[in-house]
C-alpha cells in the first residue's frame, strides 16, 4: 500500500499534525465544554439569584411604605379627632395622602384604611387606565371575615402580615399593618413585582411557586406539568440548579418576610428559570462549530502543507531516479538539472552525474578499443588473406600448372603415372577452391563493396550451395549502412552461424530473416539435429577440446558491441538463432524478452509453420 516515498512522506506528516490536533482538540472540547458550562450555570444562577434579590427589595421597599403610609400625621389627625365634622375632614386628608402615595407608586394596585371592625373607611385604587382613584364608598367592603385581616389584628403594633399571591383580576401580594384603631393594607402588583422577567411563550421561561408547590406566576404557554416532578427537589433547598434531559432548572428562594406562617414555616416563594439546552449552551454549540470549522481548516492546512513538503522532498528524488533510468536505458550521461539542493540529495544528484559522465567516458573508451581491436583484427585477416592469395595460394596453383604440364608431356611414355597425377592436380585443384573461400571469408569484398545486406546474403547462399540446403532468404533493406565495427561484427556471427549449421546441424532447410528498426535483428533458423545449449557452459570444456566455441564466440562478439546473441534449440527440434545489435556503438545494452519479439516477428510462427 506505502511502497512510495510520496505516501510514505505524506502519511507520517498527517501522523505527526493531525494525530496531536486531534488529541489537543479532543483534550481542550473536554475541558472548554466543562469550563464553559459552568460558567454558563453560574451566570444563569447570578440572573435568577439578582432576579430575587430586585424581589426581595420590592417586598422590603413595600413593607417600609406600609409602615411609613401607618405613620402619616393625617392618620394620627384622624385618630385623635372626636368632632364628626373633624373625623370625615381627616378621613378626607388620609384618602388624599394615600392617593398622592398611590400615584407615585405605579406598583401599588390599592391602599386601604380598615378599622377594628373591619370596615373600609378609607381607599384608593389604580384602574385600568393606569390611573390612581379614590374608591367610592359603595364599593368599600368589609373585611372583618378575611383570614389576613384577622391575622393583622393579632399582630402587635406597626407588625406586618404578608398575604401571598392573590387573585382576583390579577395576581398581587398583600401587605396588612397592625396600627392604632385597625390595619393599614398595600396590595403590591404581582405583574409590576416579576416585571422584568419574560411572561410571553420562549425557550427562556420564568416561573413563581409557593410553599405548596403551586404555580403563582408563569408565562403564557408553560406547561407546569413539564416539571411537577422536579418541584420537591427545589422546595427542599434555598438555591440551586439542575439538568434535565433536554433543559436546565436554576432556582432560588424569596423570602418576603421572615414572619413563621401557622404551619411552622416561613413565607417565601420559589422563583425558577426553565431553560433549554439549546439555548443555555448555544454558546458552546457555535464554539463548537467554530471549533469544527478551525479544526477542518487545520486539517485542510495540514493536508495541503504535507502535499506540498512530501512534493518538495520526492521531487529532487524523482529526478533523481528518472536521471538514473534514463542513463541506463539511454546511455546517455544525464545533465545535472538546475536550482539543484544543496542538501543529501543534491550531493546524490551530482554524485550520480559525475559517475554517469565517467562512466560514459570508460564507455567511450571501450568503445574505441574495441573498434581498435576488431579493426585490428581485421587488418590481420586482411593480411593474412593477402599472404595466402599471394604466397599459398599462388604455389598451389603453380604446382597444379607443373603436374599438369608434367602430365601433358609423359603420359604418353608412363600411361600408369597419369591417374595419380590427375588426382593429385584435382587434390590441388580443390584446395585452390578451399583456399580462395577460405580468403573471401577473411575479407568479403561484398561487405566493403555491396553493404551488410548483400554479404549476409552471399555467405548464405556461398555456405547452402556448399550445404546443399533449401535456403530462405528475408532479408530487409537497411536504409542507412551501420558503423563499420557493428557491420563486420554482426557479419562475423552470421558467418560463424551458417559455418556451425553446415558442420553440425545436418539440415535440409534454413531460414535466414533480418529486420531493422531501433536496432537489427538477424534470425537463422534451421530444422537440424538440434543440441542442448546448456551443455556448452564455456568455450574450453575441461576436457580440452573445442566444444561449443562458436557458440561462445558468437555471444561474445554481441556482447562487445553491446548486443546479444540467442540461442533456442533442443535435440531433434532444430535451432533458432537469435541476434540483436544496435545501430551505433555509443547505444547502450538492450534486454528485451527475445521470445516475445521472436513472436511478434513472425519468426517462430513462420518456422514451425
Known amino acids: 500500500m506505502l511502497r512510495s516515498l510520496h505516501a510514505k512522506l505524506l502519511i507520517s506528516f498527517l501522523i505527526l499534525t493531525i494525530v496531536p490536533l486531534a488529541a489537543t482538540a479532543i483534550y481542550g472540547d473536554f475541558f472548554t465544554q466543562r469550563t464553559l458550562s459552568r460558567q454558563l450555570l453560574e451566570r444563569s444562577q447570578n440572573q435568577v439569584h439578582l432576579?430575587?434579590?430586585?424581589?426581595?427589595?420590592?417586598?422590603?421597599?413595600?413593607?417600609?411604605?406600609?409602615?411609613?403610609?401607618?405613620?402619616?400625621?393625617?392618620l394620627d389627625a384622624l385618630r385623635a379627632s372626636s368632632v364628626q365634622d373633624d373625623g370625615l375632614n381627616s378621613l378626607s386628608d388620609v384618602e388624599q395622602d394615600m392617593l398622592i402615595y398611590a400615584s407615585v407608586r405605579p406598583m401599588y394596585l390599592r391602599l386601604m384604611l380598615i378599622n377594628v371592625e373591619g370596615t373600609e373607611i378609607a381607599s384608593v385604587r389604580q384602574t385600568g387606565d393606569g390611573r390612581v382613584r379614590i374608591t367610592e364608598i359603595e364599593r368599600r367592603a368589609d373585611h372583618a371575615a378575611a383570614p389576613y385581616f384577622t391575622a393583622a389584628m393579632n399582630l402587635p403594633r406597626d407588625g406586618v402580615y404578608i398575604e401571598p399571591f392573590v387573585f382576583e383580576n390579577v395576581p398581587y401580594v398583600r401587605y396588612a399593618v397592625k396600627i392604632a384603631g385597625g390595619v393599614l393594607v398595600i396590595d403590591l402588583s404581582a405583574q409590576w413585582l416579576l416585571r422584568s422577567l419574560p411572561m410571553q411563550p420562549g425557550a427562556d421561561q420564568w416561573a413563581v411557586i409557593d410553599r405548596q408547590g403551586e404555580f403563582v406566576v408563569y408565562p403564557e404557554g408553560f406547561d407546569p406539568a413539564e416539571i411537577a416532578e422536579?418541584?420537591?427537589?427545589?422546595?427542599?433547598?434555598?438555591?440551586?440548579?439542575?439538568?434535565?434531559?433536554?433543559s436546565v432548572i436554576v432556582y432560588d428562594t424569596v423570602y418576603p418576610s421572615r414572619l413563621v406562617t401557622d404551619d411552622g414555616q416561613t413565607q417565601s416563594w420559589v422563583i425558577l428559570r426553565h431553560t433549554s439546552t439549546e439555548v443555555l449552551f448555544a454558546s458552546i454549540y457555535d464554539f463548537y462549530q467554530l471549533a469544527m470549522i478551525l479544526l477542518l481548516g487545520a486539517a485542510v492546512l495540514a493536508v495541503a502543507l504535507a502535499l506540498l513538503i512530501s512534493y518538495l522532498l520526492v521531487k529532487p528524488i524523482k529526478q533523481l531516479e528518472l536521471m538514473a533510468i534514463k542513463f541506463g536505458h539511454d546511455g546517455e550521461a544525464p545533465r545535472l538539472p538546475d536550482n539543484v539542493p544543496n542538501d543529501e540529495i543534491g550531493g546524490l544528484m551530482r554524485t550520480l552525474t559525475a559517475m554517469a559522465g565517467e562512466l560514459d567516458r570508460k564507455r567511450k573508451d571501450e568503445r574505441r578499443l574495441i573498434e581498435r581491436l576488431i579493426n585490428a583484427q581485421e587488418e590481420e585477416r586482411k593480411l593474412v588473406a593477402y599472404d595466402l592469395h599471394d604466397g599459398l595460394?599462388?604455389?598451389l596453383v603453380g604446382a597444379r600448372f607443373y603436374l599438369g604440364n608434367y602430365q601433358e608431356q609423359f603420359a604418353a611414355d608412363m600411361p600408369e603415372l597419369s591417374g595419380g597425377i590427375q588426382r593429385g592436380c584435382d587434390a590441388l585443384t580443390s584446395a585452390i577452391v578451399e583456399g580462395r573461400r577460405i580468403i573471401e571469408g577473411l575479407r568479403p569484398a561484398a561487405l566493403d563493396d555491396l553493404g551488410l545486406s548483400a554479404a549476409i546474403e552471399d555467405i548464405a547462399y556461398s555456405t547452402a550451395d556448399l550445404a546443399g540446403w533449401d535456403l530462405k532468404l528475408d532479408l530487409q533493406p537497411l536504409p542507412v549502412e551501420p558503423e563499420v565495427t557493428i557491420g563486420v561484427t554482426l557479419y562475423r556471427i552470421a558467418q560463424e552461424a551458417l559455418n556451425n549449421v553446415r558442420k553440425h546441424a545436418d539440415a535440409k532447410h534454413v531460414t535466414v530473416t533480418m529486420h531493422n528498426g531501433d536496432a537489427i535483428r538477424l534470425s537463422i533458423v534451421d530444422d537440424g539435429v538440434g543440441f542442448d545449449p546448456g551443455s556448452f557452459r564455456a568455450a574450453e570444456p575441461e576436457d580440452g577440446s573445442t566444444r561449443g566455441l562458436g557458440i561462445t564466440t558468437m555471444r561474445e562478439r554481441a556482447s562487445l558491441i553491446n548486443g546479444r546473441c540467442e540461442i533456442f534449440s533442443e535435440p531433434g527440434a532444430g535451432t533458432r538463432i537469435y541476434v540483436e545489435v544496435p545501430l551505433t556503438m555509443d547505444a547502450p545494452a538492450r534486454k528485451h524478452d527475445v521470445i516475445h519479439e521472436l513472436t511478434m516477428a513472425g519468426w517462430m510462427e513462420e518456422d514451425e509453420q
Not at 422536579?230 to 433536554?246: C, K, N, Q, V, W
Open 230 to 246: 422536579y418541584i420537591p427537589r427545589m422546595l427542599t433547598a434555598d438555591s440551586g440548579s439542575f439538568e434535565t434531559h433536554d
Open 393 to 395: 595460394l599462388q604455389q
Open 51 to 74: 432576579q430575587s434579590q430586585s424581589i426581595v427589595s420590592a417586598f422590603q421597599q413595600a413593607q417600609g411604605d406600609a409602615l411609613y403610609l401607618a405613620n402619616m400625621r393625617s
